[in-house]
């Protein structure tokens, strides 16, 4: 299995944190949450500010207006799909953490799991049948230019 560094560095932090809490007079499940809700909130900004890159104002000198325009129109239409999925994943997963954070036993931290994993199920599907849907697009758009 390989652990990322951020999953190291989330381990020892959950480990510290606990140790600190437990000093305090607080409990080491406070201190965990607390520490893995600021390391979650820190991977996803680390990860989209990794994954955005920086616009760029140059354009090739071969592409024609009209190509640029229907590429750009293009770029941003599957970019607002894109943005659209990644919300959709981010609120799942915050729904997923509030879950955890309001239950009380381990029977609801199962519940909250089965949800957490339906409700992938049915973003994954979701995800699925646009991007069939996009690719039946794309193959009439090429059948019709032909």
């Known amino acids: 299995m390989k652990l990322s560094l951020s999953s190291i560095v989330v381990v020892f932090a959950g480990v510290f944190a606990s140790s600190i809490a437990m000093a305090e007079g607080g409990t080491a499940a406070d201190a965990v949450t607390n520490t893995v ?15 955005v890159p920086t616009a760029t104002t140059s354009t090739p000198a071969t592409s024609t ?10 770029f941003q239409e599957s970019k607002t799909e894109h943005v659209a999925i990644a ?14 954070q309001a239950t009380t036993d381990q029977a609801g931290i199962k519940n909250c799991r089965d949800v957490a994993k339906k409700d992938g199920d049915v973003l994954e599907a ?11 697009e794309r193959q009439a758009k090429k059948a019709a230019a032909h």
């Open 65 to 74: 207006a009209t190509t640029a325009n229907n590429t750009d129109a293009a």
């Open 126 to 136: 979701k995800i699925k049948a646009q991007q069939e849907l996009n690719k039946q």
């Open 37 to 51: 809700n600021q390391a979650v909130s820190g991977a996803v900004s680390g990860a989209v500010n990794a994954v």
């Open 87 to 100: 919300q959709e994943r981010v609120q799942m997963v915050q729904k997923y953490l509030a879950c955890l």
